[in-house]
């Protein structure tokens, strides 16, 4: 038996010898170490060749050179994310001595800076840009809201966790947190007047981007082409924002191989290097390390080898106090770029016998020449498509016949704004425009959670499937875990034809919904329905702004009592029913956010009907939600709302058929409508007006102080009739809290007046509603 498996194995084993293993000969190893010595001495090459060119030009600042012709000045800018704003006031002292920069190389933050003031922009006017960066939207991959198509404004946002599967069903892990769209298009703004301009040493002063080769690991020098996305090369740190693709080559941050180009720049003939080192030190592993730290360290082993060689090489090193500050420190940027100037101005005594105002003025007046063009498209080409199609890209070109820098960034951005683009970059050459895209078409699973007062916490999950082609569809699985589950499959076929889309929907769903009946403050008893419903849609947009459609389905509703006191009139009112609905809808949607807008409007019109099956009872209603949001000043807006909704022959509905209101925000597909001053889903009604004006001030980026006054006429509903009354009521809430943005979705803390009693009313709010 020993035998029989030897020989198995032997067998085994030359079958698959090509693939698991290889025998390397005594001329195979000598191959290899040739190799090596081969790239070595190279490398020695190299150094040799810096040191002749030392030779060539022997600068001291105390005893300046009488060679009459004048030296060619290089400025090295390193990297070092928002240190790079000490770059900023080194620039500002030079420029005050007049010193020529004839080459200018950078890494990362340092390449923005460098390529700024190799295309012309003076110091001041590069503070300027880079202090009012909005840093908080830019570190984001979020297209404009207002770019979106209405259909993908509904429940997009409601997913913060998403992971993706490819055809394989292999689990599809981001490259990076960030894609760096939005940092692109603010880059092809800042560098629009270099559009033309495809060769970096034609530039006013010759500029080079640092980069590193993701697949190799060698630094790379970036001397030609988008300048905006060889900037974009240069900082794109790793597992931070996603590798740059070009071809089969993907590029991430030059201070993974070299954060101090100063050799790149002797080998473009620089006679005189000045260098600004605001590179961090290496950081130290310790017990209290983390993933972050441990990703840093290994990606700037190399960079941090080849910094501390080219420290040592350059003529005049320039090293400001920013050290302390962080890498992502914004608030801090006025501070740095000072700190800059103090560093750079210790150097006086080297930057008087630099000074030259006529090779300086020649530089500037070349700089002052260049300005961003108009341009007349004629052509489109795309490049990495597969869904996208070039009719479709010049639908959304921007209606006019020259389009300027805005226009351009505007158009890139609507392409972004699709659904299943995840990047897009552009050139202009003449008068054709190539866009390069990175499409999408994987499956995704999403994931959000949610809490609101009574009503608990849940977690949603859903998987995606789409399926491009002349018709998209849209696959969709979701299911909420909470005290409440539900579930639902749903189908969405569209078309577009130039403006205007065409959808279709099917969707089959079961659910459970609660029905809380409130005395006063107190929820005193609670039903529970289990619905079973089909739906068939159709609709069109028009613009990409409005939607409008018609919905028919089917619901089975089971009502059962859960917990609480048990209430006749509930077990009455609430019998089976078995049913067909029809609607009408009206939606548009032109919000900056979702949550926390500052601008725009939003419209909601419901035209609803349904009849019970087996009898001829039947109700019919109309409901409409409308919210406008106005900005004061940056930080202040304010909103006005109203709300209003009517059902006939309402006891034939259900109760999850009623308007049911209270509680912090709307769900309009559920009826159910926020009221500061009652709890939620407190309050069932058949016939309601609600009006609303709220304030909001931005403390922070994405931390608000709410603040809203609602008033509320409503018919009284039987089923409420125990603790109502009088047939009519009025009734008015007020109050404010906070509102925070988190990764997670927004959350509210408000603390209201309660219509019931005379104690605060507490609400809390976390996530989406789904």
Same mark, same amino acid.
């Given at each position: 038996?020993?035998?029989?498996?030897?020989?198995?194995?032997?067998?085994?084993?030359?079958?698959?010898?090509?693939?698991?293993?290889?025998?390397?000969?005594?001329?195979?190893?000598?191959?290899?170490?040739?190799?090596?010595?081969?790239?070595?001495?190279?490398?020695?090459?190299?150094?040799?060749?810096?040191?002749?060119?030392?030779?060539?030009?022997?600068?001291?600042?105390?005893?300046?050179?009488?060679?009459?012709?004048?030296?060619?000045?290089?400025?090295?800018?390193?990297?070092?994310?928002?240190?790079?704003?000490?770059?900023?006031?080194?620039?500002?002292?030079?420029?005050?001595?007049?010193?020529?920069?004839?080459?200018?190389?950078?890494?990362?933050?340092?390449?923005?800076?460098?390529?700024?003031?190799?295309?012309?922009?003076?110091?001041?006017?590069?503070?300027?840009?880079?202090?009012?960066?909005?840093?908080?939207?830019?570190?984001?991959?979020? %297209?404009?809201?207002?770019?979106?198509?209405?259909?993908?404004?509904?429940?997009?946002?409601?997913?913060?966790?998403?992971?993706?599967?490819?055809?394989?069903?292999?689990?599809?892990?981001?490259?990076?947190?960030?894609?760096?769209?939005?940092?692109?298009?603010?880059?092809?703004?800042?560098?629009?007047?270099?559009?033309?301009?495809?060769?970096?040493?034609?530039?006013?002063?010759?500029?080079?981007?640092?980069?590193?080769?993701?697949?190799?690991?060698?630094?790379?020098?970036?001397?030609?082409?988008?300048?905006?996305?060889?900037?974009?090369?240069? &900082?794109?740190?790793? !597992?931070?924002?996603?590798?740059?693709?070009?071809?089969?080559?993907?590029?991430?941050?030059?201070?993974?191989?070299?954060?101090?180009?100063?050799?790149?720049?002797?080998?473009?003939?620089?006679?005189?290097?000045?260098?600004?080192?605001?590179?961090?030190?290496?950081?130290?592993?310790?017990?209290?390390?983390?993933?972050?730290?441990?990703?840093?360290?290994?990606?700037?082993?190399?960079?941090?080898?080849?910094?501390?060689?080219?420290?040592?090489?350059?003529?005049?090193?320039?090293? %400001?106090?920013?050290?302390?500050?962080?890498?992502?420190?914004?608030?801090?940027?006025?501070? &740095?770029?000072?700190?800059?100037?103090?560093?750079?101005?210790?150097?006086?005594?080297?930057?008087?016998?630099?000074?030259?105002?006529?090779?300086?003025?020649?530089?500037?007046?070349?700089?002052?020449?260049?300005?961003?063009?108009?341009?007349?498209?004629?052509?489109?080409?795309?490049?990495?498509?597969?869904?996208?199609?070039?009719?479709?890209?010049?639908?959304?070109?921007?209606?006019?016949?020259?389009?300027?820098?805005?226009?351009?960034?505007?158009?890139?951005?609507?392409?972004?704004?699709?659904?299943?683009?995840?990047?897009?970059?552009?050139?202009?050459?003449?008068?054709?425009?190539?866009?390069?895209?990175?499409?999408?078409?994987?499956?995704?699973?999403?994931?959000?959670?949610?809490?609101?007062?009574?009503?608990?916490?849940?977690?949603?999950?859903?998987?995606?499937?789409?399926?491009?082609?002349?018709?998209?569809?849209?696959?969709?699985?979701?299911?909420?875990?909470?005290?409440?589950?539900?579930?639902?499959?749903?189908?969405?076929?569209?078309?577009?034809?130039?403006?205007?889309?065409?959808?279709?929907?099917?969707?089959?769903?079961?659910?459970?919904?609660?029905?809380?009946?409130?005395?006063?403050?107190?929820?005193?008893?609670?039903?529970?329905?289990?619905?079973?419903?089909?739906?068939?849609?159709?609709?069109?947009?028009?613009?990409?702004?409005?939607?409008?459609?018609?919905?028919?389905?089917?619901?089975?509703?089971?009502?059962?009592?859960?917990?609480?006191?048990?209430?006749?009139?509930?077990?009455?009112?609430?019998?089976?029913?078995?049913?067909?609905?029809?609607?009408?809808?009206?939606?548009?949607?032109?919000?900056?956010?979702?949550?926390?807008?500052?601008?725009?409007?939003?419209?909601?019109?419901?035209?609803?009907?349904?009849?019970?099956?087996?009898?001829?009872?039947?109700?019919?209603?109309?409901?409409?939600?409308?919210?406008?949001?106005?900005?004061?000043?940056?930080?202040?807006?304010?909103?006005?709302?109203?709300?209003?909704?009517?059902?006939?022959?309402?006891?034939?509905?259900?109760?999850?058929?009623?308007?049911?209101?209270?509680?912090?925000?709307?769900?309009?597909?559920?009826?159910?409508?926020?009221?500061?001053?009652?709890?939620?889903?407190?309050?069932? !009604?058949?016939?309601?007006? &609600?009006?609303?004006?709220?304030?909001?001030?931005?403390?922070?980026?994405?931390?608000?102080?709410?603040?809203?006054?609602?008033?509320?006429?409503?018919?009284?509903?039987?089923?409420?009739?125990?603790?109502?009354?009088?047939?009519?009521?009025?009734?008015?809430?007020?109050?404010?809290?906070?509102?925070?943005?988190?990764?997670?979705?927004?959350?509210?803390?408000?603390?209201?007046?309660?219509?019931?009693?005379?104690?605060?009313?507490?609400?809390?709010?976390?996530?989406?509603?789904?």
């Amino acid at each position: 038996m020993k035998k029989l498996f030897c020989i198995f194995l032997l067998c085994f084993s030359w079958c698959f010898a090509d693939s698991l293993a290889q025998i390397n000969t005594q001329e195979d190893k000598i191959q290899a170490l040739d190799k090596q010595i081969a790239a070595l001495m190279e490398k020695k090459h190299i150094l040799e060749n810096l040191k002749k060119q030392f030779s060539k030009y022997d600068y001291n600042p105390d005893n300046p050179s009488t060679i009459e012709t004048r030296p060619k000045i290089a400025l090295v800018l390193s990297g070092g994310g928002a240190k790079g704003a000490a770059h900023i006031g080194v620039l500002k002292v030079l420029e005050n001595y007049h010193i020529p920069i004839d080459i200018i190389t950078g890494t990362s933050a340092g390449s923005i800076v460098a390529a700024m003031y190799a295309i012309g922009y003076s110091p001041d006017e590069i503070e300027k840009i880079i202090i009012n960066l909005q840093f908080n939207k830019l570190l984001s991959n979020s %297209p404009n809201r207002a770019l979106k198509s209405v259909i993908e404004k509904i429940d997009k946002d409601k997913y913060p966790i998403s992971l993706e599967i490819d055809k394989n069903f292999d689990l599809s892990l981001p490259m990076g947190v960030l894609n760096g769209e939005l940092v692109y298009l603010q880059l092809k703004e800042i560098f629009g007047r270099a559009e033309k301009i495809n060769n970096f040493d034609n530039f006013p002063i010759k500029f080079r981007a640092m980069t590193t080769n993701l697949q190799t690991g060698e630094a790379v020098a970036l001397s030609n082409g988008d300048l905006a996305l060889a900037t974009l090369k240069s &900082m794109a740190i790793p !597992t931070f924002i996603d590798p740059i693709q070009d071809g089969t080559k993907f590029y991430v941050d030059g201070g993974v191989s070299d954060n101090f180009p100063v050799v790149e720049a002797l080998n473009m003939g620089a006679d005189i290097v000045i260098a600004v080192d605001i590179t961090a030190d290496p950081s130290k592993i310790t017990d209290n390390s983390n993933i972050i730290t441990i990703i840093d360290k290994l990606s700037t082993y190399n960079g941090n080898k080849s910094t501390n060689f080219q420290k040592e090489i350059a003529d005049i090193l320039i090293t %400001p106090p920013v050290k302390k500050h962080g890498t992502l420190s914004f608030d801090d940027l006025h501070k &740095m770029v000072i700190e800059g100037e103090e560093a750079a101005n210790k150097m006086d005594f080297a930057f008087k016998n630099l000074s030259d105002k006529k090779a300086f003025q020649e530089i500037k007046e070349k700089g002052s020449s260049l300005k961003d063009g108009i341009y007349k498209i004629n052509h489109i080409v795309l490049i990495g498509n597969k869904v996208l199609t070039e009719r479709e890209v010049s639908l959304l070109k921007p209606n006019t016949k020259s389009l300027n820098r805005n226009d351009l960034n505007l158009w890139a951005e609507k392409i972004y704004a699709l659904d299943f683009i995840e990047r897009v970059f552009y050139r202009v050459e003449n008068d054709t425009i190539y866009f390069t895209v990175k499409e999408n078409s994987k499956t995704k699973l999403q994931a959000g959670i949610s809490y609101v007062s009574d009503y608990g916490a849940a977690l949603e999950v859903a998987a995606e499937i789409p399926d491009f082609g002349l018709w998209s569809k849209n696959y969709s699985f979701r299911a909420e875990f909470s005290k409440y589950p539900k579930l639902s499959i749903k189908d969405i076929t569209e078309y577009r034809l130039i403006n205007t889309n065409f959808i279709f929907a099917g969707e089959m769903s079961y659910g459970i919904n609660p029905i809380f009946i409130y005395d006063k403050k107190n929820k005193i008893s609670t039903y529970t329905s289990n619905l079973f419903n089909i739906n068939l849609s159709a609709g069109t947009t028009l613009f990409n702004k409005i939607l409008f459609g018609y919905n028919f389905g089917y619901n089975y509703i089971n009502t059962n009592y859960n917990e609480g006191a048990r209430l006749p009139i509930i077990d009455k009112f609430n019998s089976d029913k078995n049913y067909f609905t029809n609607t009408l809808f009206f939606y548009t949607d032109t919000l900056n956010e979702s949550l926390y807008p500052t601008e725009g409007l939003q419209f909601v019109l419901q035209g609803f009907s349904g009849n019970v099956i087996g009898n001829s009872k039947s109700f019919e209603g109309i409901s409409y939600t409308q919210s406008s949001y106005f900005p004061l000043t940056k930080n202040l807006s304010i909103g006005l709302s109203l709300t209003g909704g009517k059902i006939l022959d309402a006891k034939s509905a259900h109760t999850i058929d009623l308007f049911s209101i209270g509680g912090l925000r709307n769900s309009d597909t559920r009826r159910n409508y926020g009221f500061y001053g009652l709890p939620v889903m407190s309050l069932y !009604t058949d016939k309601f007006l &609600m009006g609303g004006a709220s304030i909001q001030y931005s403390l922070f980026e994405n931390l608000y102080l709410i603040g809203k006054y609602n008033i509320l006429n409503y018919n009284q509903h039987p089923i409420l009739k125990n603790i109502k009354l009088s047939e009519k009521e009025t009734i008015n809430g007020y109050g404010g809290g906070i509102g925070w943005r988190t990764f997670l979705g927004p959350m509210e803390f408000i603390i209201s007046n309660s219509n019931y009693t005379n104690s605060p009313l507490y609400q809390v709010q976390i996530g989406y509603t789904f």
